[in-house]
Structures are given as C-alpha cells and as structure tokens.
C-alpha cells in the first residue's frame, strides 16, 4: 500500500521561506515522477514543481527562480524549498507520485502567506 505523507506547511510572512516534505512508503520516489501540486480555495489542483526518475525537473511558471524541488533517495522524501512567498502561494500543497492522472495523493499540508 502506498502512503505519502506531506509535512512543514504552517504559516510564514511574506518574503519568507519554508520547506515541504514528502515521505513516501510503498514506493521508491527514484522510481518514480514526484510532484507538488497546490490548490487554493475554490481552485484547481496546479502543478507547482515535479522531478523526474531521470533528475530532471520542472516548474509551475508562477514559481520558477524561487521554489527548489529535490529528492533524497536514502530518505524515500521529496522535499520543496520555497523562497520568497507571496500571499498568492497560499494554498494546501499536495505530493504527488506517478502523475496527476493515475498517481497516488498525499493528504495535503496548508502553506499560508501572510501579506
């Protein structure tokens, strides 16, 4: 059974920074595709940042030059460093791994902005 479990939203002040975290049981997050996604109220699930089994990585457009997503393979965990926040990155984040189609789901954190 695969589990995925999101940790460190909270609350942050604008031009802050925090990091999520993803632990991953059931899986290998090398052996998979990682993603974060976010949704905020009354809006759709949007791909924040993903990394690849290759390494490669890709970002939504709205946080480029600002979030960092990374894999640690001895720890099954994905992490996203986010720099910089805006009160529009106030959203609950959610792992993904395997897609958004057919892929497994964390619960959610909730990462609030505050201006």
């Known amino acids: 059974q695969v589990h995925l479990v999101e940790s460190g939203g909270g609350l942050v002040q604008a031009g802050g920074s925090l990091t999520l975290s993803c632990t991953a049981s059931g899986i290998s997050v090398d052996r998979y595709a990682m993603g974060w996604y976010r949704q905020g109220p009354e809006q759709k699930r949007d791909l924040v940042a993903q990394?690849?089994?290759?390494?490669?990585?890709n970002y939504g457009d709205s946080v480029k030059g600002r979030f960092t997503i990374s894999r640690d393979n001895a720890k099954n965990t994905v992490h996203l460093q986010m720099n910089s926040l805006k009160s529009e990155d106030t959203a609950a984040y959610f792992c993904?791994?395997?897609?958004?189609?057919?892929?497994?789901w964390g619960q959610g954190t909730q990462v609030t902005v505050s201006s």
């Open positions: 993904n791994a395997g897609g958004d189609k057919l892929g497994y």
């Open positions: 990394i690849f089994t290759h390494g490669g990585t």
